[in-house]
């Protein structure tokens, strides 16, 4: 059974720091292309950061130089370091497979003073 289960989201100050967790079970992440999407209040989801099977990785311009897209493939989780927080950063958080589209339920990011 496939499931991918995202947590660490909560509210966060501006400037401040979080990491997402994508614990996945069902398929190997270290042959999957996955990436984390957001969907902010009002928008449609937009792809944030993506990591490929080979390692490469990929940023929205939005966050590039302040996210981070791992994995560890001992534990199949993915993470999403996110540092430099802003308040359009706020939304719900997804973690996805590209291809054979899976999504996990989601972990709500709210960045406010």
């Known amino acids: 059974q496939v499931q991918l289960v995202e947590s660490g989201g909560t509210l966060v100050q501006p400037g401040g720091s979080l990491r997402l967790s994508c614990a996945v079970t069902?398929?190997?992440?270290?042959?999957?292309?996955m990436r984390w999407v957001r969907q902010a209040p009002g928008k449609q989801r937009e792809p944030v950061a993506t990591i490929l099977r080979a390692g490469d990785t990929y940023y929205a311009d939005s966050v590039k130089g302040r996210f981070t897209i791992s994995r560890d493939n001992d534990k199949n989780t993915m993470y999403l370091q996110m540092n430099n927080l802003k308040p359009e950063d706020t939304g719900v958080y997804y973690c996805n497979e590209l291809v054979r589209y899976f999504w996990g339920q989601g972990t709500q990011v709210t960045v406010s003073s």
């Open positions: 069902g398929f190997t992440i270290s042959t999957s292309a």
